[in-house]
């Protein structure tokens, strides 16, 4: 039986308007965080760039030199601005726990511009060109980002410069920042859709003749 995008929006949007008031919690908020700083620290950890230190005084004294990827300076730079990165997340609203925070169009947007594309008039509330501007969730993750980052910022130096050996979501997150806290979102992987390939394509007669003209309110739906 073929399931129209029609319906598939209709399913997304009550799975979105359930969890409308769902903001981050410490677990997602510390794993992402970890997701951000690794990557950005991965960008330069084959570098063979050596640093010199201190100054060449009269006395003929030579600078110290130290390997950049084991620099404070590569530390500093990995964790400038990193909390930025998080407002490139969206909001997958069909997945769940912390699996809802994840870059990229989510499928209910996917859904409802594919709708756009084929002449329904959809209603979510705001102006067409916002659809993709960082939705609340993914702001308060920011916000959030930024207090912890702070807050741990010598755990995330110790872990740099003595305990690399460990994961760094283990270390910051599971010892210092949850504790004794529900720590399970750090165990959730994300495996890939689990829906057909396909089922749009299969279904866009369908939302032709369903949809054309007509106009849809998403809170109706």
């Not at 998080?86 to 594919?114: D, F, N």
Request: aromatic fraction near 6%.
């Amino acid at each position: 039986m073929k399931v129209s995008a029609l319906f598939l929006c209709f399913v997304f949007i009550l799975a979105a308007a359930d969890q409308d008031e769902r903001l981050p919690n410490k677990c997602e908020v510390c794993k992402f965080l970890t997701v951000e700083l690794q990557a950005s620290l991965e960008k330069t950890g084959r570098s063979k760039e050596v640093l010199e230190l201190g100054e060449v005084l009269d006395t003929g004294k030579r600078r110290r030199k130290i390997k950049y990827n084991t620099s404070e300076t590569r530390l500093t730079e990995a964790v400038d601005n990193i909390c930025e990165g998080i407002l490139q997340y969206s909001v997958h609203a069909e997945r769940p726990g912390s699996l809802r925070y994840a870059k990229g169009t989510s499928q209910t947007m996917s859904t409802l511009k594919h709708l756009v594309n084929k002449g329904v008039k959809v209603e979510l509330g705001v102006p067409y060109e916002l659809w993709d501007e960082p939705t609340v969730e993914v702001a308060d993750m920011k916000r959030q980002c930024e207090t912890m980052l702070e807050e741990y910022e010598e755990v995330i130096e110790d872990w740099y410069f003595n305990h690399q050996e460990e994961r760094l979501e283990k270390f910051l997150c599971e010892v210092h920042v949850l504790k004794n806290s529900d720590s399970e979102c750090l165990k959730e992987v994300w495996k890939g859709d689990m829906g057909t390939k396909g089922s749009t394509e299969e279904s866009e007669s369908d939302d032709r003749r369903e949809g054309e003209g007509r106009m849809h309110d998403a809170g109706e739906l």
